[in-house]
């Protein structure tokens, strides 16, 4: 019976993951294909890699993303950490329960409904839709993601760490400077990547508040793909899963490395 149940068990794993991965090595094996045809084989080739980078359009696609991406997921890290610090350290004040919900809404909300308040928004004020557009959006949508990230740092921080620090004459400002971010910081960079993965990744939401100019890669894939896959499409998608791998690989590594020197830190302390 156990063997059995052991063999179902590593089939549906095995079946599993080639359910998900196996579309992937495809898209990859395929993107160096010689053939036009994208599910022809047809040789070895990388002329689409080289297409792909005098595609003017899907290059003008890409640096909008990548801008969008960095400002999104930087100015959303700086308000979800300062949201994850206001729940975790004032527990009680008036209109706590509001605030907690206005910042983790966007977490259930369907993305449609809030590309279409957004637009809604936007057309209300007068505000042209455009490259600034898109980054408003993204931060309204990725915001809530940091402050789960970090707030979940924060609730197991150690606060007797920070009590020393201000007995020994140390200012709050530069406590959270010197003891508080220190320790945080591996959730706040989490936080940041997650935020620009999501931004990276966005495609109902651009839609909505999206104008001339502000075309995202994934808007620039998609209306691309409605007409048919392109062996250049497989390039760009490509690119974006190594790029993706290498920021894994380095995120890993980084923290690691940190791991080992926390306890090598602790080591010698405990031989102090």
């Given at each position: 019976m156990n063997a059995t149940w052991s063999r179902f068990n590593v089939t549906s794993?095995?079946?599993g993951f080639a359910f998900l991965y196996l579309p992937i090595v495809l898209l990859v094996v395929?993107?160096?294909?010689?053939?036009?045809l994208v599910t022809v084989w047809g040789g070895f080739s990388t002329k689409w890699y080289v297409s792909l980078f005098h595609n003017q359009g899907l290059m003008d696609a890409t640096w909008v993303t990548a801008r969008v991406g960095?400002?999104?997921?930087?100015?959303?890290?700086?308000?979800?950490?300062?949201?994850?610090?206001?729940?975790?350290?004032?527990?009680?004040?008036?209109?706590?329960?509001l605030f907690s919900g206005m910042v983790f809404a966007p977490l259930v909300?369907?993305?449609?409904?809030?590309g279409l308040s957004l637009?809604?928004?936007?057309?209300?004020?007068?505000?042209?839709r455009g490259f600034f557009t898109v980054t408003l959006a993204h931060i309204t949508l990725t915001m809530c993601f940091v402050a789960v990230v970090v707030q979940s740092r924060l609730v197991s921080f150690d606060r007797s760490l920070e009590e020393a620090a201000m007995d020994l004459g140390a200012?709050?400002?530069?406590?959270?400077?010197?003891?508080t971010?220190?320790?945080?910081?591996?959730?706040?960079?989490?936080?940041?990547?997650?935020?620009?993965?999501?931004?990276?990744?966005?495609?109902?939401?651009?839609?909505?508040?999206?104008?001339?100019g502000a075309t995202t890669l994934p808007m620039k894939i998609y209306s691309q793909v409605r007409l048919g896959v392109t062996p250049e499409i497989n390039a760009a998608c490509t690119i974006l899963i190594a790029v993706v791998a290498v920021g894994v690989i380095i995120a890993s590594v980084a923290n690691k490395r940190r791991e080992v020197?926390?306890?090598l830190d602790e080591q010698a302390a405990q031989r102090g």
């Open positions: 794993v095995v079946l395929f993107s160096f294909n010689e053939s036009k960095v400002i999104s997921a930087t100015v959303a890290t700086v308000l979800g950490t300062l949201a994850a610090l206001t729940l975790t350290r004032y527990t009680r004040f008036r209109g706590r329960i909300m369907p993305e449609v409904i809030t637009l809604l928004l936007f057309v209300a004020v007068g505000l042209d200012t709050p400002v530069k406590t959270f400077f010197q003891i971010l220190p320790v945080i910081m591996p959730a706040i960079v989490s936080g940041w990547m997650l935020a620009f993965t999501l931004s990276l990744d966005d495609l109902v939401i651009a839609s909505f508040t999206s104008g001339p020197q926390r306890q």
